[in-house]
């Protein structure tokens, strides 16, 4: 069987699948007689990466395996093709989800100690619908507040394989700047992220090490505001930017 013959079934396979394809499921498309193996899909899939260094599609591994997505920069042109645009999330969800992906896990209650206004219940409701988020356990603390953290649909979502690919604070302010100074759409989507994540990284958040006390009843006194801000419906699936 020639490599030319795997690396044309894995592509057709890519294209085919509308999702993200790992490398068992590429190898299930081959007869177990053909014995294609990791080895030989890795070889396919570098030559595909190739043969797309000068096109406008581009071969990416991200959490749950390979994809054959357009190239980012390409992405605008191309989303007029869309009969629905993707829907705009409000600026409190994209904090929310920021601080659940930098800080996880953490509870409902220390991302409003962060914030300092309470979290819509719509927000949280929004992400685990998107599967975006997930409860990943409980703080052992008095009420056993949920430990949320990302999901693996979110790392592919936006183009992610680890959580170590999440860009630092300081190439979050960077993008931030680059698209202020360009005029660029996705500017708030960057410096909401900045400033979601930036007071733990100064040190300016409570230490949400041991037993936090936000996730008691607090006084009626002390309550935090109510967030005034519903996140809009979900987008499309499909790899997108938070902007």
């Known amino acids: ?27 299930s498309v081959f007869d177990e007689r053909d014995g294609i193996d ?11 990466r190739a043969d797309y260094a000068n096109r406008g599609i581009d071969l990416t591994e991200v959490a749950s395996g390979f994809r054959v997505q357009i190239r980012p920069a390409l992405a605008e042109p191309v989303s007029k093709l869309w009969v629905e645009r993707p829907a705009k999330y409000s600026r409190a969800l994209l904090e929310t989800l920021a601080l659940v992906a930098y800080r996880q896990p953490i509870t409902r209650g220390e991302i409003e100690q962060i914030r300092g206004v309470a979290v819509n219940p719509n927000i949280v409701k929004t992400l685990l619908e998107r599967n975006w988020i997930r409860v990943v356990g409980h703080r052992d603390v008095p009420g056993k507040p949920e430990l949320l953290g990302t999901t693996r649909e979110f790392l592919d979502y936006f183009g992610l394989k680890k959580l170590d690919d999440l860009p630092t604070l300081a190439q979050l302010k960077e993008l931030e700047d680059m698209r202020v100074q360009l005029s660029l759409p996705g500017a708030e989507a960057a410096e909401v992220a900045a400033e979601a994540v930036e007071p733990a990284a100064s040190g300016e958040a409570p230490d949400v090490q041991g037993p936090p006390p936000v996730d008691a009843p607090p006084p009626e006194n002390a309550s935090p505001a109510a967030e005034s801000d519903e996140p809009s419906p979900p987008a499309p699936a499909g790899a997108s930017d938070v902007g």
Do not use: F, H
């Open 38 to 48: 990791a080895a030989a899909l890795r070889v396919a899939i570098e030559a595909l």
């Open 1 to 27: 069987m020639s490599e030319d013959y795997v690396k044309n079934v894995v592509e057709a396979a890519l294209l085919a699948a509308g999702r993200p394809l790992g490398l068992d499921d590429l190898a």
